[in-house]
């Protein structure tokens, strides 16, 4: 099916008049100031609207030129910007950014070559500041249109840059500068990458809708017929990826239970919002040390009992595990020890994962036994970019790698792996090295299930496009 374009484009407009301007686009038009523009959307990386909004409000009020932001120490400029994503990196680039702008004269340049030869600039940024702050064509493809134009095959390809070049032969002109805000509010609101709202978008029925699985529509009586949904993802700090949208994504995600791990936060530091989503009912395992480690369930199914920890007080303290059970089966949600630094905690690593396989080889002993989490190892050469280099570092060295075998010829299945056999299929990423962009990363989250019950996976995939962590969510389909 070829689709249409021009009627995709502008019925997409039209759905979207209502909703926020991007910050970075505000901006250009507040202040028709190219310097502002690229300041703006250097922080905008990775970053909320409002978070970027209020991050720049302050830094212009200090620094509204490349002569007065020289002015400041990257120290100020962190406190300025906080908290963008990466505030430490981007203040170190605002810093040097003066130096560069001063070379060309003070004047942020108007081609996409010369923008990329500034610190922090890459090919999406260089793009949006020409479009937006010079309304010259360019096409910036933030991952909303990468995703959102292979899902209408408008183009068929794998990565935004390829997006980019097909999108410049195929895509007539007058749409350049605007694509790229009106995807991303579109894609930030009705077409969204986990569970979009398909039941109520106006191109349903001319969408080819390629690998979309629409939301359940509101509403619809939830049913096990097709399936019970689980999700498992490291937040790394509930409270920090609450500033992220949190409570919207995990509505978004629509899934009948979802297992978190590393969320560092005692009940009573949670918010009102976070305890009290609607539709779940949620159960907190956390370390006994502030701001460290933790496991939650937000589930929607009333579980017959909840389990808290292993019964080893070594491992409880730090809030590991949490077991929930059904009529049928047990959902295990498991922080799985980091071997740390200098592997100082390769033992314990390994005590843990033996206390844990035999406590699911005697919950197997009931019923079906379901475990997701971080398990903090990736398997196979596979399941990471740099197999080789990564030998002796923590989640890659043969002892844990020889305990995940241990653990599969007990009888336990990686579910993905049902499903998918390619590379390059990863769920944690650097921050360092901007490796999540280049994709320099490791599968080290799972869902794996006792052998018996794998016939009841439906489906095992990754949520990649999910940020907000250094981790993305994993997701579960089971028939029970
Ligand atoms: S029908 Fe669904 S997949 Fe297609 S554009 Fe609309 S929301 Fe996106």
């Known amino acids: 099916m070829t689709i249409d374009i021009d009627f995709f484009l502008n019925t997409v407009a039209d759905n979207i008049r209502d909703k926020k301007v991007p910050v970075v686009d505000l901006i250009a038009v507040q202040t028709k100031d190219p310097f502002k523009v ?15 909004a209020k991050a720049s409000a302050r830094l212009f009020k200090k620094a509204s030129d490349p002569d007065s932001l020289a002015l400041l120490s990257i120290e100020e400029l962190e406190k300025l910007i906080y908290p963008v994503g990466f505030y ?43 479009s937006v702050a010079f309304a010259k064509p360019a096409i910036c493809v933030d991952t909303h249109v990468h995703r959102i134009m292979n ?32 995807l ?21 029925t001319k969408c080819p809708q390629k690998n979309v699985k629409p939301r359940k529509k509101p509403g619809s009586k939830m049913s096990t017929s097709n399936g019970l949904s689980f999700i498992s993802w490291n937040v790394n700090g509930i409270r920090a990826v609450e500033k992220k949208g949190f409570i919207d994504m995990l509505l978004d995600f629509d899934a009948d239970v979802i297992g978190l791990q590393e969320t560092k936060a005692q009940p009573d530091q949670l918010s009102e919002p976070l305890k009290n989503i609607p539709g779940y009912t949620s159960y907190w395992h956390s370390a006994e040390r502030k ?90 050469e596979i399941d990471l970019k740099n197999p080789k280099n990564n030998v002796k570092n923590a989640g890659f060295t043969p002892e844990e790698r020889s305990w995940m075998d241990s653990f599969i010829e007990a009888g336990f299945v990686d579910t993905f792996r049902i499903f998918n056999q390619q590379p390059e299929q990863y769920s944690w990423w650097s921050y360092r090295f901007n490796a999540r962009a280049k994709n320099i990363g490791w599968r080290i989250d799972y869902f794996c299930i006792n052998g018996e019950a794998k016939d009841q996976v439906l489906d095992a995939s990754i949520l990649k496009d999910t940020v907000g962590s250094d981790h993305c969510p994993v997701k579960l389909n089971y028939l029970p």
């Open 38 to 52: 690229l300041v703006a959307t250097i922080l905008s990386a990775r970053t909320k609207d409002e978070v970027t």
């Open 88 to 130: 430490k990196t981007k203040a170190k680039h605002l810093s040097k950014l003066t130096e560069c702008l001063k070379q060309l004269g003070g004047v942020v340049p108007e081609a996409i070559d010369e923008l990329l030869k500034l610190p922090g600039v890459g090919r999406k940024t260089a793009n949006l500041v020409v």
């Open 151 to 182: 899902i209408w095959k408008f183009v068929t390809t794998d990565t935004p840059l390829k997006t980019e070049m097909a999108l410049r032969k195929n895509l007539a002109e007058k749409h350049w500068i605007t694509v790229n805000s009106i």
């Open 184 to 204: 991303v509010a579109f894609g930030q609101s009705l077409c969204r990458p986990v569970s979009p709202h398909c039941d109520i978008c106006p191109l349903l």
């Open 291 to 380: 701001g460290y480690s933790g496991v939650a369930f937000y589930t929607r199914l009333k579980p017959l009992k909840v389990h808290y920890g292993l019964g080893e007080p070594e491992f409880d303290c730090e809030g590991r595990v949490i077991t929930i059970e059904f009529d049928s089966f047990y959902l295990l949600n498991i922080y799985f020890p980091n071997a740390g630094n200098k592997l100082k905690r390769l033992d314990y690593k390994l005590r843990f994962n033996d206390t844990l396989l035999a406590y699911a080889k005697d919950l197997e002993k009931q019923k079906a036994v379901i475990l997701c989490g971080d398990f903090n190892v990736a398997h196979k």
